[in-house]
């Protein structure tokens, strides 16, 4: 569903690599989890993904189809969570779910359905006739994913999508999650909660400097340890290589 092959940004000729060669395969059916500190290459990666941003090499295909040379036909089957969404602030909340809803021509009838459930689902119902100028970060990311979901895309992409989440509404996410993977969908998102990557995702990748340090089945990376103990294993190894280059 999405492959990532030889990705490569590089900010400016003669700066550092942001991401250096990265290649992963997300199937259908898979929840991916995308790992590494602040700065690691995680969100310059996501945004490359989504189209939107350039890079210097290599190729993403999104159901096969090139993110560079067919960006709207890979758009209307995936959709994009960022970790700070960026909404108008002047619209209403039903007014944006509207608003999105014509971008990607759901049907009225489909598009209020879900818009009741997923509203519902995460307790946003009451708050859909006020501006979202008025939201809180939370119930801003909960607009956000509902939005995200309108069109039933076959990709997920989420940038720290627990983030700013009650307690609840990050429950019901991770069993949608889980439910939208088991009905043939796929999701590659970031976290920097190694807790919930390990209970959550079938496959994880761990990025250190614009490098992967490892990928694969999660119980193959992980091994006899905790997820926790393999991550930080795997940077400290990197920077000790790193301090005796």
Known sequence: MLQINHYTKQYSADGPKAVDDLSLHIKPGEI?????????????????CCGLLDFTEGEILVNGMSIKKQPLECKKIM???PDNPDLYEFMSGIRYLNFV???YGVPTDMREKRIAEFANDMGITDALAEKVASYSHGMKQKLAIVAALMHDP???IMDEPF?????????ILKKFMRTFCDNGGAIFFSTHVLEVAEKLCDKIAIIKGGK????????????????EEVFLELVDDIKA???HA
Do not use: M, W
């Open 32 to 48: 991916y989890g995308f790992l590494g500190h602040n700065g690691a290459g995680k969100t310059t990666t996501i945004k490359a």
């Open 79 to 81: 959709s994009y969570i």
């Open 101 to 103: 809803g014509d971008v």
């Open 154 to 156: 076959k990709l997920l």
């Open 163 to 171: 983030v700013g989440l009650d307690p609840k509404a990050a429950f």
């Open 212 to 227: 992967l340090l490892a990928d694969g089945d999660i119980e193959t990376v992980r091994g006899n340890e905790s997820l």
């Open 241 to 243: 290589e790193e301090e």
